[in-house]
């Protein structure tokens, strides 16, 4: 009995907060659900008529934010007020993103358009929330179409392998993947870095990873499981745009934005490397990031 009671004591301390979070996201989904039937909504999605559900939703996540990350977001004024693709790190629970999502909604009354993995779309009971929050498959098509329409459009080149494989070293695993900076030059749009300081001390995976990573790269399906959810302090930070240029090769342009991931007004490795070293712990600490919740200074 003793044996067994630690042992769920242990799983509820390790995954009590994703648990928590995938909860309250199907709970969404059911509730807007119930809305969507009461009000006879019939409406597209993405129009502005589900804008009061998208708030309601917005404000719980940025209430969150603040309780539990003490979450900040600078930069927002290098957001085009036009289209443009947003181009950021993969946690290993994209719950920055949420936060981003849900600010940017609060503050600007904006909605950005999420490229989500394959998987996300067979997860049953979200397709309503999904739709309602701009979550697409990103195919070149659909893309194009939403920045012609004049949204912005947010992708993680490195995906759910990131997701998974990543760690504290806050490596990108971009691998070949350029589709996106081919759909900006298509757009003629900017791409606009960005990247979430600590996101890996909030929730991370098991150092274990070469039976998972042979089990994901044959199925493309995500069986580790994430831990954590310390309230480390979390930061998000937009960098300057990177202008469309129509002088520019596609691949110069994805090394462009891979040099430039996490980067403001620098475009080179080293610049990358001195703001890394200035906003992040490299390797990670937990602890450093937990005590960052007590700094009340902009870093």
């Given at each position: ?19 928590t979070i995938l909860f309250v996201i199907y709970l969404t989904n059911i509730l807007l659900l119930i809305y969507q039937r009461n009000s006879e909504v019939k409406a597209d999605p993405l129009s502005e008529v589900w804008d009061s559900a ?246």
């Open positions: 009995v003793v044996i067994i009671s630690l042992t769920i004591s242990a799983i509820l301390v390790f995954f009590i907060v994703p648990l998208r708030k309601t939703i917005a404000s719980f996540w940025d209430l969150y934010a603040r309780i539990w990350h003490g979450y900040e977001l600078h930069g927002v004024e290098n957001l085009p007020e036009g289209p443009g693709i947003l181009v950021y790190y993969h946690g290993a629970i994209p719950v920055d993103y949420l936060y981003f999502l849900s600010r940017l909604f609060l503050w600007k009354k904006r909605l950005c358009l999420s490229v989500a993995d394959h998987f996300v779309f067979r997860l049953p009971g979200l397709k309503l929330l999904l739709e309602v929050t701009g979550v697409m498959p990103g195919t070149r098509e659909e893309c194009l179409i939403a920045l012609k329409n004049g949204h912005l459009v947010s992708i993680s080149p490195g995906g759910v392998r990131e997701a998974l494989f990543s760690d504290e070293s806050y490596q990108l695993m971009w691998g070949n993947r350029k589709g996106f900076a081919q759909v900006a030059l298509d757009a003629k749009v900017p791409i606009i870095p960005m990247y979430t300081q600590n996101v890996r001390e909030g929730y991370r995976m098991f150092k274990e990873r070469r039976f998972f990573r042979q089990l994901y790269e044959s199925t493309r399906l995500p069986f580790t499981p994430p831990y954590g959810g310390l309230p480390v302090k979390f930061r998000t930070y937009i960098g300057e745009p990177i202008p469309y240029d129509p002088n520019i090769t596609t691949e110069e342009l994805a090394e462009k934005v891979c040099n430039g991931n996490l980067l403001f007004s620098f475009q080179t490795k080293t610049a990358v490397q001195a703001l890394i070293s200035k906003h992040q712990t490299i390797p990670g600490s937990i602890w450093k990031a937990l005590l960052e919740r007590f700094d009340k200074r902009r870093k």
